[in-house]
């Protein structure tokens, strides 16, 4: 079974950090561009970040530029995101997602762990 | 940054009748050199993650059944959805991948 597990999330002061990870099973992790998609009630879904099947691109959105650093690890089939400098803002339900080959478009999503930044 | 705007906000369908969400870009997510349209449509029901629907504006992802039905083109896209079932309940999302950074739409809910 195709699947994305992430993990990480939790309740932290702001500008404290925190890493997320994303455990992939049931494809060929290193053939995939991955990426981190955020959700609030308040601003819907977000792109976050993304990197290409062997890290050679990464791409982040302007509101975690410079804060946040994707990465993945290919012989663990895990994609982490590194937050930095947290701000209230950055409380979402964080997303693990597959970039669907030849597009943009994410065609596996994980369930999503928990970010709250509150102090 | 391309702006993504979904009409209605929300609707309430019949079952068995057709549902109609709206999604308009603030710039063409039309690629001249390949003629293809960068955008997706993702299903999110309650308590689960978004799943992809339809992407290239009008490709149906594998699994999906037939009535649900993607148009549009440059900046004005539809889904629609025929033959509404009680399981199709849930926030409907366009997204653009054209450029960077992906956009979503703010999300239409939808209801029997």
């Known amino acids: 079974e195709v699947q994305l597990v992430e993990s990480g999330g939790d309740l932290v002061q702001p500008g404290r950090s925190l890493r997320l990870s994303c455990v992939a099973s049931g494809f060929i992790f290193d053939d995939y561009g991955m990426h981190w998609v955020r959700q609030t009630p308040g601003k819907g879904l977000e792109w976050v970040s993304g990197i290409t099947s062997e890290s050679d691109y990464l791409d982040y959105g302007d509101s975690v530029k410079g804060r946040f650093t994707i990465s993945r690890d290919n012989g663990k089939n895990t994609l982490y995101l590194q937050m930095n400098s947290l701000r209230p803002e950055d409380t979402a339900l964080y997303y693990c997602?597959?970039?669907?080959?030849?597009?943009?478009?994410?065609?596996?999503w994980g369930q999503g762990t928990l970010v709250t930044v509150s102090s | 940054d391309i702006v993504m705007t979904q009409s209605p906000d929300s609707l309430a369908v019949s079952l068995g009748e057709r549902a109609t969400v709206n999604c308009k870009s603030s710039?063409?997510?039309?690629?001249?050199?390949?003629?293809?349209?960068?955008l997706a449509w993702y299903q999110q029901k309650s308590g689960q993650p978004p799943k992809l629907l339809i992407y290239w504006a009008s490709t149906r992802e594998s699994g999906v059944p037939d009535r649900f039905r993607g148009s549009g083109s440059g900046t004005d896209f539809t889904l629609t959805i025929n033959s509404l079932q009680a399981e199709d309940v849930a926030v409907y999302y366009c997204q653009q991948y054209y450029s960077t950074p992906d956009t979503f739409g703010q999300g239409t809910k939808l209801e029997i």
């Open positions: 710039q063409s997510l039309l690629y001249s050199s390949n003629n293809k349209n960068y």
């Open positions: 997602a597959r970039g669907k080959t030849g597009t943009d478009a994410f065609d596996i």
